[in-house]
């Protein structure tokens, strides 16, 4: 079943060039896809317009059937229920590790232990009391991973989540979130600019180029 | 929005303590001294009548009076310089103050045209010089025109022109003599100069005292301040060592400024009003203002403090009606800016 | 209000002005602002980069005093500075007491113009280049410093080449604040008898009796004021200066010994001695000789006043200016930028034509839209507190324009899509992290308000003082020997919001627990 559908979809900065031109896509539930594209080429302009923190200049994103945003209506990244992670983590300094997991977690009696669940399921529970400035960058990382999944999205987006660590916790984390994503049947977008990484992570590849999807490769 | 207005509007009159109570006068003032409380205090126990004071600067006050229109609380406009005086009288904020009594003691050219004002206590704007620098014959009969000769060259001190007693000064030159000849007094006037303008009236006579100038031109009370003791040791020194001359003794006479008061046309008490300014001008009250301000009292039988009498009495005054420094103030100031008066 | 004066008539006392007087003006305002934005600069990133990098001997105690000078108002330094350095000055005085000189005989040069002036406005005001420098020091990374010193720079040169550019944004922040106060005083200028713009306005007004011109030259500077903030914020745009890391690591102080930490020590002990210590013990020689009386129970009452009122007025300035920057960062509404940018204006308003301005626009209120036939605003707290905040803004909003942008807007996306937005978002995870910020505007705005004078004179109630009130009534007739009491407890309540601010900024190093 189609989860994401993304139609005619432009998008411009200075209203001359298109960051985004024509950009026709869909995935379906439970799929992993991964974007790829040289840098500068939009992929992550498309990521932020997915989860609504830029808005297309034109065409319309639908999901789970209805429409989330087209030329005159939208739907604010708070209402759309999908999870963001980047490339700087972005942790909230002033929380612990366990209450950067409880942010976005709607009212529920169970908040603590959900959180605590999706930090034992990256391997951080005992961290749970300390600061994000406090630990590691690949603890940094499982913790973004863990937050942005605990609300439970429809749909979870990664830019460039792995760039930033050395190669043995790379594929280390590769392994974990892949079985991860699997077994939960998250739908994910991952922005990458490793072919490696994303042919192995992901179900399906897109390639992006100058603003629009190629057929390459 | 009715709700609103009436939330506001009480919250305002909880914050603000509105004036409703009958036996009061509101004055608005820009003559501080530390012995006011102690004054008004006599009068409430006298009169029963509480004052309510506003003090701030003069301009900024009548700026107030004037938004304030006929809403306003206050009595009486009281200042320390004639100008602004004229000015609210100008714009028509005073009404004539009824009282015979302050008509039989206070002279005709102290009090305002229309009796709208009266003078308070009056100041004189004097020559201090060195008598070791300064001879006998240069400073007999000294006026201030004659400031303009060459031989004062280097030689005098005085503070800058935004001072208002600068102002009225040269404001009483034009009445007497007209903008273009106060204007040729002033072009030599300035380049007689010991330094360039600064600092306060004492300052010039602590000049004087040091040997920077030989004369200066300040405020007849100043000296009386400094002769105290109240500020310093350093200025009771200077101040011994200079004398007083009173300028113009032979002609119209020595220029006099005046702290005055008025009474506002929209004034809520003026009953009060009127019985304030009779208290400011009754004997007791004059000698207890002036053994503290140093200034000159208004009725005939009081003296002053027995340091500025000492500098001598009953000169002549200027006669030269204090109405008019206001009028001229603005063509004082524009004449000093041409002139190069800094 | 102000502003509205341009669109009047123009009177003749203009082409007076022109004529004579206009040069000056604005020649000798130019002069103030270069010399005291030089100085100033000088004084506050030197002392901030020494204490942020250094460690030694004293520096704990200097990184708290050296925000000290805040407490004394500029024209207090202007009166015990002539007090002290004039030809027989207590400084010139000793000089020849010592070593038995004659009268003629003036060591130290004339302080009465404009390098004076420049050296009192530097002196009180650098604390605001100090405060931000300090924090943004702080806050640079130490990898970027570290390879700095990879790249063979040295100690001086990674200030100037690399730490100093990159609070460049902060530092202008600061700057800012200072020229606005140094073109908006009276006190000072007037004393050392400099003609300035802002003399000039009130020699208009109260001697020409020409409110109108005055107005119209109080929105020229402003229109300048404006001008310069506009450039300043194009030319910053585009650099981006906030560090994409959301997370920090401290940096790793150096510790110097003997001499060195002696000199470094000597440089940031210099601003406390001339900026706090000098005045203050002159004007507690001038009190303990003259005027202890005044120590009494009116004067607790004028110090509960001013105390009430800066705090009510603080608190307040800073919740507005903290909602105001949120919405410009969260919503990007053009119009509360522009509220921002015309509040802050106000700061660089001389205080009497603000406070003037501001009656106008009561009695416009109070006549227009209460219908009530009392007077309302005018002569009431309410109306004071409103004026402090006006006059304060820029105060408050600098500290959180610098406060945002140190906040990563990544931050702000993951909180989005975490579901936290609008109010929830600003309690969350901005006001936690501006907690700083906050209170910093709330001291700032509280010590501001404490010194605060023209606006207090013209709007208050009936028999209501504050400090500032007191200190005017006897230094408007130059007895600076009595006003000297309430100038230092002006002083001295300054300093409670000070010394609680240095609490705060050594207790709340970002992010280090």
Redesign the interface.
């Known amino acids: 079943m189609t989860i994401l559908e993304i139609k005619n979809l432009h998008h411009t900065y200075d209203n001359e060039n298109y960051a985004l031109e024509d950009i026709n896509l869909s995935i379906n539930d439970g799929e992993i896809v991964s974007i790829l594209g040289p840098s500068g080429c939009g992929k992550t302009t498309l990521l ?1 317009v997915i ?3 830029e808005r297309q200049s034109k065409g319309t994103i639908k999901i789970n059937e209805q429409i989330i945003s087209n030329e005159k209506f939208m739907i ?9 992670v ?1 490339q ?8 612990n590790v366990i209450n950067n997991v409880i ?2 977690i ?1 009212k529920n009696k169970e908040k603590y232990n959900l959180a605590k669940n999706y930090l034992d399921i990256f391997k951080v529970e005992e961290l749970a009391d300390k ?3 406090e630990i590691s960058g690949g603890e ?1 990382q499982r913790v973004a991973l863990a ?2 999944m605990a ?1 439970h ?1 429809n749909i979870l ?1 990664l830019d460039e989540p792995f760039s930033a660590l050395d190669q043995s916790l790379k594929s280390e984390l590769h392994h974990e979130t892949k079985k991860i994503f699997k077994e939960k049947g998250l739908t994910v977008v991952i922005v990458s600019h490793d072919k490696d990484e994303a042919k192995f992570l992901s179900d399906r590849l897109i390639y992006i180029e100058d603003g629009k999807i190629s057929p390459q490769k | 929005m009715n709700k609103f ?1 009436k939330l ?2 009480t ?3 909880i ?5 409703a109570l009958a036996s009061e006068v ?1 004055v608005y003032t ?1 003559r ?3 012995s006011d ?1 102690a004054l008004y205090a006599e009068f409430t126990k006298k009169t029963g009548i509480k004052v ?10 009548i ?2 009076l004037r ?3 006929k ?3 206050a009595d009486i406009y009281f200042t320390v310089d004639a ?1 602004n005086l004229w ?1 609210v009288q100008k714009e028509g904020y005073f009404k004539a103050i009824n009282s015979e009594s302050i008509k039989s003691v206070v002279p005709e050219n102290l009090r305002g045209p229309n009796d709208e004002w009266v003078a308070i206590a009056k100041r004189a704007r004097v020559i201090y010089y060195n008598p070791k620098s300064v001879t006998k014959n240069e400073i007999n009969n000294l006026s201030y025109e004659d400031l303009a000769e060459p031989e004062w060259k280097g030689r005098i001190a005085i ?2 022109s ?1 001072n ?1 007693y600068n ?1 009225s000064l040269v404001a009483s030159l034009i009445s007497n003599h007209g903008i273009e000849k106060t204007e040729n007094w002033a072009k030599k006037f300035v380049t007689n100069f010991a330094r ?8 010039q006579i ?2 004087v005292a ?3 100038a030989d004369i200066a031109i300040a405020n007849s009370y100043y000296i009386g ?1 400094m002769l105290s003791g ?3 040791n ?1 200025q009771l020194e ?1 101040a011994k060592k200079v004398k007083m001359h009173f300028p113009n003794q032979d002609n119209r006479g020595t220029h006099i400024n005046i702290s005055g008061a008025g009474i506002l046309k929209n004034s809520p008490n003026s009953e009060n009003a009127i019985k304030f300014l009779e208290f400011l001008l009754s004997e007791d009250v004059q000698q207890y203002m002036v053994n503290i301000s140093f200034e000159y009292p208004i009725l005939d039988n009081v003296d002053p403090h027995a340091s500025i009498a000492s500098f001598g009495v009953g000169f002549k005054e200027d006669r030269t009606s204090v109405a008019d420094y ?1 009028k001229y ?2 063509d ?3 004449l000093m ?2 002139t190069g008066w ?1 | 209000m102000v502003l509205a004066s341009l669109l009047g008539d123009y009177s003749d ?1 203009w082409a ?1 002005l022109y ?3 206009l040069v000056d003006y604005i020649s000798n305002t130019l002069y103030l602002i270069i010399g005291v934005s030089l100085l100033s600069l000088l004084i506050g990133t030197v002392t901030a980069w020494i204490v942020t990098t250094y460690d030694f001997f004293g520096k704990r105690f200097l990184e708290w005093a050296l925000i000290l000078p805040l407490a004394t108002p500029p024209y207090i330094l202007a009166y015990t500075f ?1 007090g002290f350095f ?3 000055g207590t400084a010139n ?1 000793f000089i020849r007491d010592i070593f038995s000189l004659d ?2 005989f003036i060591f130290f040069p004339n302080i ?1 113009n404009i390098y004076g002036a420049v050296i009192v406005f530097s002196f009180t005001l650098y604390p605001y280049i100090y405060l931000v420098s300090r924090s943004a020091f702080l806050n640079q990374s130490r990898s970027m410093l570290e390879a700095g010193r990879m790249l063979g720079l040295s100690q001086f040169e990674i200030f100037y080449k690399l730490s100093l550019p990159i609070i460049r944004p902060a530092v202008i922040g600061g700057l800012m604040l200072v020229i606005m106060e140094t073109i908006s005083d009276f006190g000072a200028v ?4 400099i ?1 300035t713009f802002t ?1 000039g306005v ?2 208009t ?7 109108k011109t005055a107005m119209q030259l109080a929105s020229i500077l402003l229109i300048f004021v404006a001008t310069f903030v506009w450039i300043e914020k194009i030319s910053r745009k585009k650099a981006l200066y906030t560090s ?6 401290p940096t790793k102080k150096i510790k110097l010994l003997k001499y060195k930490a002696f000199i470094s020590f000597f440089i940031c002990f210099i601003p406390i001695l001339i900026g706090f210590i000098l005045p203050i013990t002159e004007l507690i020689i ?1 009190a303990i ?2 005027n202890l009386s005044f120590f009494n129970e ?1 004067f607790l009452l004028a110090a509960m006043n001013t105390i009430l009122l800066s705090i009510t007025a603080a608190v307040l300035c800073a919740s507005i200016a903290l909602i105001i920057n949120f919405s410009i960062r969260f919503k990007k509404y053009r119009f509360s930028n522009f509220l921002s940018s015309f509040l802050s204006l106000g700061y660089a308003v001389p205080g ?1 034509i603000l ?2 301005g501001i ?2 626009l ?2 416009l209120i ?1 006549q227009n839209i ?13 109306g004071l507190i409103f004026a402090y905040i006006i006059k304060s803004y820029a105060l408050a909003n600098s500290t959180f324009e610098s406060g945002f942008q140190r906040i ?1 807007t ?2 702000d ?9 609008g109010w929830n978002l600003l309690s ?2 901005h006001l ?2 501006l907690k700083t910020s906050f209170l910093t505007s709330i001291l700032m705005v509280t010590s501001e308000v404490v010194k605060e004078l ?1 606006a207090t ?2 709007l ?4 209501f003082d504050t400090l500032a ?1 007191a200190t005017y ?2 230094a ?4 600076m ?2 006003a000297a009491a309430p100038a230092i407890a002006i002083m001295l309540v300054g300093l409670i919001p000070i010394i609680l601010l240095t609490k705060m900024i050594s207790s709340s190093r ?4």
């Open positions: 932020r989860a609504g923190l604010p990244p708070e209402k759309r229920s999908i999870g963001l980047v700087d983590k972005a942790l909230f300094p002033h929380l942010f976005g709607q600061y994000p400035h940094q937050r942005a609300p999205p987006l | 207005q506001i509007i919250l305002t009159t914050i603000f303590s509105a004036s509101n820009s501080h001294y530390d409380d309510n004071i506003i003090s701030g600067n003069g301009s900024a006050l700026e107030r938004v304030e229109g809403n306003s609380p100008g000015k503070r800058s935004s208002m102002q360039n303008p600064q600092g306060s009236d004492r300052a602590v000049a040091n040997g920077e301040i109240k500020s310093g350093d200077a206001g103030n603005p004082a100031i524009r800016d041409r800094k | 006392n007076h004529d004579y007087v002539t004039d030809a027989f005085n009268q003629s009465r007037d004393h050392f008898a003609q003399t009130f020699r007004w109260h001697g020409m009796y020409d409110l994409g890391t959301s997370t920090f690591k001038w000789s003259y009116k009497l406070a003037v009656v106008q009561f009695a109070d209460l219908f009530n036939s009392d007077i309302i605003l005018t002569g009431s707290i309410v990563s990544n931050l996306d993951s909180a989005r899509t975490l579901k936290s937005s969350r995870v936690p992290l023209p004179l013209i208050r109630p009936f028999n009130v009534i006897y408007a007739e130059e007895r020997f009595q970002p992010m280090d627990k």
